[in-house]
């Protein structure tokens, strides 16, 4: 069952990922960054081809894709629980918390980028949209935070031999595969590395 868990994971991810590209890439060769956020008038011209289509597919998919993830964060759970009933607890806390709140979080950033598209790219909507991510910057807080606890226990207690798999298993974690894939700015990275590391774990359970 833990398996069968694992691909509707893979699944996930790899349509998270798609989502993320949803918000990333603009029709016509462009990529959005975080640091257009500081001039309108670059992130008018990144926009300008972008359509309301993209925003709302990557919303309604992203929350099927995010649904299908926790299939495999709780089939971790389940396979941490036969060695350590602590550390699974806290990965299961912890991927709730990733999972709830990032779901809120993949959410707000599509309506934040709806919203910048249809009051026309102006410097008023990007101060909407600066308004937005700061009044509801909790969810992206609390997703992080408990990614961040998910993957360290994770890595933790398969580096330390508290599970059956090898120390190098390890590596087949979000965080040492984000930490190396994250200088590149790929669009999706966390859910590529997401795949990846239940791709890894499929393999070796």
């Known amino acids: 069952m833990i398996k069968i868990l694992f691909l509707i ?3 996930g991810h790899l349509l998270c990922g798609y989502c993320d590209c949803l918000l990333t890439y603009i029709p016509g060769g462009k990529k959005f960054g975080a640091k257009q956020l500081k001039d309108n008038a670059l992130m008018a011209d990144t926009f300008e081809k972008m359509t309301l289509k993209n925003p709302v597919l990557s919303m309604l998919l992203g929350c099927l894709a995010l649904f299908m993830c926790s299939a495999g964060y709780y089939g971790i759970y ?3 629980k036969e060695f350590s009933e602590v550390c699974a607890a ?5 991927s709730a918390l990733f999972l709830i709140a990032g779901t809120a979080h993949h959410v707000l950033c599509g309506v934040a980028e709806w919203m910048y598209i249809s009051m026309g790219r102006t410097e008023e909507a990007l101060r909407a949209v600066i308004k937005l991510f700061k009044d509801t910057s909790a969810t992206m807080i609390v997703c992080y935070l408990g990614w961040g606890v998910f993957g360290i226990v994770l890595f933790v207690s398969i580096l330390t031999g508290k599970t059956d798999l090898p120390a190098w298993a390890c590596v087949f974690n979000i965080l040492p595969l ?4 994250f200088p590149f700015h790929i669009g999706g990275t966390g859910n590529w590395c997401g795949a990846v590391m239940f791709a890894g774990l499929l393999m070796l359970i």
């Open 90 to 94: 806290i990965i299961l806390i912890s």
């Open 78 to 80: 389940l396979w941490m």
């Open 9 to 11: 994971a893979i699944a």
């Open 178 to 181: 984000y930490a190396v894939t």
